[in-house]
């Protein structure tokens, strides 16, 4: 009972935190929580449940920014997201767990990289750049939870202003998760558990509310890029650990 506790406490820890985030900068929830779900409910439960809140946390991010959402630039990147979700999902379904650890890991580890390093790739300007950007991104959230890089890297890319980015972001993480839990399922999660998630959203979102006029953005950029290669790498090698 008492680790069923310790672990309700952690998984609500990792949800508040990756969700005031979220509310900072409009993205970030799934590279701060994926490596830590994971290895606290394994990763096809750690995945699915990434899936649901950041989804959740978008829905209600967007009921203030909608009107800024730029239909005919995300209609691309969306249609190729819902066309590769089913692949990421199958291809999750049928590794071993050590092996999608580390491919989580990986993941996360150079989608890091690629968005500290504003990597320019001229391969991802306009509507082929935003096929290939929600195809790669769609993949990866159903795989390993973590679909927005592709998406950050195409708006680099683009020469699209925070202003932008955010709203569109919400807009993207709505749609790309719904598919990733039509094609994945929902959590299989204990009632306490599901109280814990949702109530550690709902605290992390007001959290990241109260701090975002306080705390200057290249701070929680610093602080989201050092949890998710911290978590990124531990995913990595727990994942090569069990493959050894």
Request: charged share 5%; net charge positive.
């Amino acid at each position: 009972m008492a680790s069923a506790g310790a672990a309700e406490l952690l998984l609500g820890g990792i949800v508040m935190l990756g969700a005031s985030v979220q509310w900072l900068t409009g993205m970030g929830f799934a590279l701060i929580a994926v490596p830590a779900l994971v290895l606290v409910l394994g990763t096809t439960q750690g995945v699915v449940l990434a899936n649901c809140v950041a989804g959740a946390i978008s829905v209600v991010g967007l009921t203030a920014g909608w009107r800024q959402v730029r239909i005919g630039a995300m209609v691309p990147l969306i249609i190729a997201a819902g066309c590769t979700v089913p692949a990421g999902s199958w291809v999750a379904a049928r590794l071993p767990e050590p092996v999608l650890l580390a491919g989580i890991g990986i993941l996360v580890t150079l989608a890091v990289a690629f968005v500290m390093g504003g990597v320019r790739i001229p391969a991802l300007a306009g509507t082929r750049g935003a096929v290939a950007a929600g195809a790669v991104g769609g993949f990866m959230n159903s795989a390993a939870g973590v679909g927005g890089p592709p998406y950050s890297l195409y708006a680099v890319n683009a020469g699209w202003s925070v202003r932008e980015f955010v709203p569109n972001a919400q807009f993207y993480g709505i749609l790309v998760n719904v598919f990733s839990v039509a094609a994945n399922g929902v959590p299989r999660l204990s009632g306490p558990a599901w109280s814990v998630a949702v109530a550690a959203m709902v605290a992390g979102a007001l959290v990241g509310r109260a701090l975002a006029p306080r705390v200057p953005e290249e701070w929680v950029r610093r602080l989201i890029f050092a949890l998710a290669l911290t978590g990124g790498l531990s995913v990595l090698v727990k994942g090569v650990q069990g493959m050894l």
